[in-house]
């Protein structure tokens, strides 16, 4: 029976081997970085090896079939290298950074409306040209521009040329343990430099560089937020209602995204292929019933499919979406030319075309999760819906959802475990109310667009979505208010998440073939994880660390010991849930601390010195009076916090301490200062702002 599925499998679903061919060169070239010359050369000889193969006489072809199957793999790794290599604009003798000097200036477009963020207005912009001295070099690539909110007197729109006079920042990472790898996601989108810009830097141009239909596209993005702002009142409803027509996430409250993400429905408020399937269905049920186009199957095709791919652009056209835009052309073009294949085959295949068109889509989250949850209901829903059958049809209709629900949770799990640190308790009850009232509102949603001209209709109709989305808000935030709702504090490697999966897939494969042999693997799966857990648990309970948080404008120290955490900072940060969830949280998750403690047997303090398992540590955030003293006071570390008027000369004074750590709320000017007198005292330094999180063992 497994023999027959898997035969089945790969002949019905051919893509299924592309894919994974392509995929393969894909990480091969990530991790690898092969340059252009291998990677042609390679290309030459695999197609040079298929040529041979073609020109075989048929019985040899025959007798070394499975040779054909390894050439045409190699073909397709080549091509995921190459695909690879050409996407890294870095590999391009265009790319603005290689003619970008700090004395240069840079001529950008900006490519998206500004994002008004709490300090600053955030824009996407694409360089366009590199000015030194006296040549202008024409380039591409992508930075990030935020403007400080003074400086945006005259409003900055898609398509306006800027000259840019203030220096590029690299975009890079926190440093903190745990924390988000904010230049790898950037590096994926292509972006490798960040600006801030003042009134004095920067210049807008007269002349404009704008796409037409992005243009459209835009202002019928501002003409939908405008129409919902005036409709729909309140403005958590709102908020909710634009980001699930287009995507627009502006004005989300970050408590109610925090909400939505506890419990286990975030996926509703970030455009996917849910709501493309509402968009199917919606396009379906019109061009079924207009008289003109419901008599031709071609017509009907390509008016589904121009708006769904209209709808998947308006929205952002995130990976989500898109492998649910290709999926659906599948399915609708499958459809009309009456040919029905593989749902494993329409999978691999949509991920294929996604993959060439941008490999790095394979380490984004969205994507990752989409492709999981639809393996996830394909194979296991249906025999999960046969657990129960209830002869009320309402309720058999509950339980089929609420099976699709556990099919797909039980497939994404393990990543969701890695990215997010938490799993959803109640996600099969939050999904049975959310996603049904999703499934009226957005309907809803479209039809008060539809509605706008006519303002009497549009109030009343406004007031009734306003409802639906009110009863949304509350039923996720009333889950979210159970105090079992959330199961957190995860800390999951990537190879206890590769257990995790084999632990999966195998089990759902025993189960579904009576296959022994996949029940012992995964047994012998959950054992490494349960031994790897173990480990984990061992060193925590001998751990002893410091921690010197990278947070821009904010002192913030974690000492651990075993599970306990001891945090010295500014109470702001403790007040912010934002801010706390984001840069602490991940540090305590990795080291397993979830225990907050105060002074203890190993941990010692008095005022601003701290002694931690026989390290002496001095955090020094004010000015200092002291004199010299005969006998110097010993300290293993001296840590510098918000501006203190003093010198490094001074402190060797009083001091006997080899390592300086000066942390983010430092200005910048101020950490030069003392790194050159840390140079000329032959003093170890390290500065939090410029090298990331200061991480050391006690």
């Known amino acids: 029976m497994a023999k027959a599925y898997q035969i089945y499998i790969w002949k019905k679903a051919p893509f299924i081997r592309l894919a ?23 290309g030459l000889t695999s197609l040079f090896a298929f040529i041979l193969f073609s020109i075989l006489p048929e019985a040899y072809k025959y007798k070394f079939r499975p040779l054909q199957g390894i050439i045409i793999s190699c073909i397709l790794i080549v091509l995921g290298l190459f695909i690879t290599w050409q996407k ?24 998206e409306p500004p994002v008004e963020k709490e300090k600053s207005y955030k824009a996407l912009a694409s360089v366009e040209s590199i000015i030194n001295e006296t040549t202008l070099q024409s380039v591409k690539g992508k930075i990030l521009l935020y403007f400080a909110k003074d400086s945006i007197e ?8 800027i000259i840019i006079g203030e220096k590029l920042q690299a975009i890079k990472n926190s440093g903190n343990p745990g924390s988000f790898n904010y230049a790898q996601y950037s590096a994926f989108h292509q972006l490798y430099h960040q600006c801030y810009l003042k009134k004095t830097d920067w210049v807008k141009l007269k002349a404009k560089n704008a796409n037409a239909f992005s243009s459209l596209l835009i202002s019928i993005r501002k003409k939908v937020v405008k129409i919902i702002d005036s409709y729909i009142s309140g403005k958590e409803e709102s908020s909710i209602a634009k980001a699930l027509l287009i995507g627009y996430k502006a004005d989300l409250d970050k408590d109610l995204i925090q909400a939505y993400s506890n419990a286990g429905v975030v996926h509703l408020i970030a455009i996917s292929g849910l709501h493309l399937g509402i968009i199917y269905g ?37 990976s989500s979406v898109l492998r649910a835009a290709v999926m659906f052309s599948f399915i609708v073009t499958g459809n009309t030319i009456n040919k029905h294949g593989s ?11 996604l993959l060439c068109y941008n490999p790095f889509l394979l380490w984004d989250v969205g994507f990752q999760l989409s492709y999981l949850a639809v393996l ?5 829903q249906p025999h999960i819906a046969n657990w129960f059958y209830f002869k009320n049809k309402i309720l058999q209709k509950i339980w089929q959802f609420a099976a699709l629900s556990v099919a797909a949770q039980l497939f994404t799990f393990p990543v969701c475990l890695y990215y997010f640190h938490q799993f959803p308790l109640l996600f099969l009850l939050t999904n049975i109310f959310a996603i049904p009232l999703v499934m009226l509102i957005l309907p809803g949603l479209l039809l008060l667009v539809l509605m706008a001209p006519l303002p009497v209709a549009a109030l009343y109709w406004g007031k009734c979505i306003f409802g639906l989305l009110w009863l949304l808000n509350q039923s996720v935030l009333f889950i979210n208010s159970i105090p079992f709702s959330l199961w957190q504090g995860f800390s999951v490697s990537t190879t206890e998440v590769l257990l995790l999966y084999g632990i999966v897939f195998c089990f759902v494969y025993s189960f579904l073939h009576k296959n022994k042999t996949a029940f012992t693997i995964a047994i012998t799966f959950s054992l490494l994880f349960t031994s790897s857990t173990i480990i984990k648990k061992w060193k925590r309970f001998r751990q002893e660390k410091m921690i010197v948080y990278n947070i821009p404008y904010h002192q913030a120290i974690d000492f651990i010991t075993r599970d306990n955490f001891f945090f010295v900072g500014d109470a702001d940060l403790l007040a912010d849930n934002m801010l706390r969830n984001f840069h602490l949280k991940p540090s305590r998750i990795s080291f397993m601390a979830n225990k907050r403690s105060g002074p203890s047997n190993s941990f010692f303090r008095n005022n601003n010195f701290y002694e931690v398992s026989g390290k002496k540590i001095a955090l020094i955030d004010t000015a200092l009076n002291y004199l010299p003293m005969e006998k110097k006071m010993a300290v293993d570390y001296i840590i510098i916090s918000k501006n203190p008027k003093l010198t490094i000369f001074d402190l060797a004074q009083i001091f006997d301490c080899n390592y300086y750590i000066f942390d983010a709320s430092n200005t910048l000017w101020k950490i030069d200062e003392w790194k050159k007198e840390c140079e000329e005292l032959h003093l170890h330094f390290h500065s939090v702002y410029e090298q990331g999180a200061f991480v050391t063992d006690l």
């Open 88 to 111: 890294d604009i870095r590999n391009h003798d265009y790319w603005y950074g290689n003619y970008y000097s700090d004395s240069s200036f840079v001529v950008a477009r900006i490519d």
């Open 20 to 42: 994974l061919a392509l995929i393969a060169g894909i990480i091969l070239e990530f991790y690898l970085k092969f340059s252009l010359s291998p990677i042609i050369s390679a």
């Open 282 to 318: 919606i396009l379906f049920g019109i061009f079924s019933i207009i008289p003109i186009i419901n008599k031709s199957k071609i017509a009907r095709m390509i008016f589904i499919l121009t708006g769904l791919w209209l709808f998947a652009i308006l929205t952002g056209a995130s």
């Open 343 to 353: 749902v494993y085959n329409s999978l691999a295949a949509s991920a294929f075309i």
């Open 376 to 380: 996830g209901i394909v194979i296991a």
């Open 154 to 161: 005259n409003a900055i729109h898609y398509g306006d040329q």
